[in-house]
Nanobody, 123 residues
Framework: QVQLVESGGGLVQAGGSLRLSCAAS????????MGWFRQAPGKEREFVAT????????MYADSVKGRFTISRDNAKNTVYLQMNSLTPEDTAVYYC????????????????WGQGTQVTVSS
């Protein structure tokens, strides 16, 4: 297991940008694929983006493709989510998560989760 702590959330106007960070503890960060998910009030947790161990591959939900960018720095044990052109529909609690393999978009395949960070986009 790896411990994850998200940061960088906040209140932003529509059209603005935020950069989320997720710091991982332990020396095995590079052995995990990482993902970002979000959950809006009254809705199920949904996939946002995922990145492979070496950062060579990424996948995005259609709703964020072209606006969000996931990246990682294995030397810093950190994964990032750069969010541009934000809309009120992006308002949610954002979670980072770790998986033992790359390629899944299902929350059930991610074994470690952070506590989440709130992102609120005003219109």
């Amino acid at each position: 297991q790896v411990q994850l702590v998200e940061s960088g959330g906040g209140l932003v106007q529509a059209g603005g940008s935020l950069r989320l960070s997720c710091a991982a503890s332990g020396r095995t960060f590079s052995s995990y694929a990482m993902g970002w998910f979000r959950q809006a009030p009254g809705k199920e947790r949904e996939f946002v983006a995922t990145i492979s161990r070496s950062a060579g591959s990424t996948m995005y939900a259609d709703s964020v493709k072209g606006r969000f960018t996931i990246s990682r720095d294995n030397a810093k044990n950190t994964v990032y989510l750069q969010m541009n052109s934000l809309t009120p529909e992006d308002t949610a609690v954002y979670y980072c998560a770790a998986a033992s393999f790359y390629g899944s978009v299902r929350p059930g395949n991610f074994g470690s989760w952070g506590q989440g960070t709130q992102v609120t986009v005003s219109s």
